[in-house]
């Protein structure tokens, strides 16, 4: 069975930092791809980012370049998400998912959601 579960969300004040983390586990192949979507209350879901582990390319959103890094220890079947310049309109419950194509837009497995709350 393929689970993707995140962790390392959290309260953090405007310009703080915080790093999410994605491990994945039961997909039997490595070149899938990870990207992280989220959602605020009243809003549409947004894709934040994307690692495909095959070759290391990455995406992201134009609301989070320069500030969000993505990042993926193949080792530990584990991807991050750095996020460092926080703003309040960052806040939103946010979920990573594998993309088993490793195309970065074939979203099959989606985790639980960690919580991200910025204050002002």
């Known amino acids: 069975e393929v689970q993707v579960v995140e962790s390392g969300g959290g309260l953090v004040q405007a310009g703080g930092s915080l790093r999410l983390s994605c491990a994945a586990s039961?997909?039997?192949?490595?070149?899938?791809?990870i990207g992280w979507f989220r959602q605020a209350p009243g809003k549409e879901r947004e894709g934040v980012s994307c690692?495909?582990?095959?070759?290391?390319?990455?995406y992201y959103a134009s609301s989070v370049k320069g500030r969000f890094t993505i990042s993926s220890d193949n080792a530990k079947n584990t991807v991050y998400l750095q996020m460092n310049s926080l703003k309040p309109e960052d806040t939103a419950i946010y979920y990573c998912?594998?993309?088993?194509?490793?195309?970065?837009?074939?979203?099959?497995?989606w985790g639980q959601g960690t919580q991200v709350t910025v204050s002002s």
């Open positions: 998912v594998l993309d088993p194509y490793g195309l970065c837009h074939e979203y099959r497995y």
């Open positions: 039961g997909f039997t192949r490595d070149d899938y791809a």
């Open positions: 690692i495909s582990r095959s070759d290391g390319s990455t």
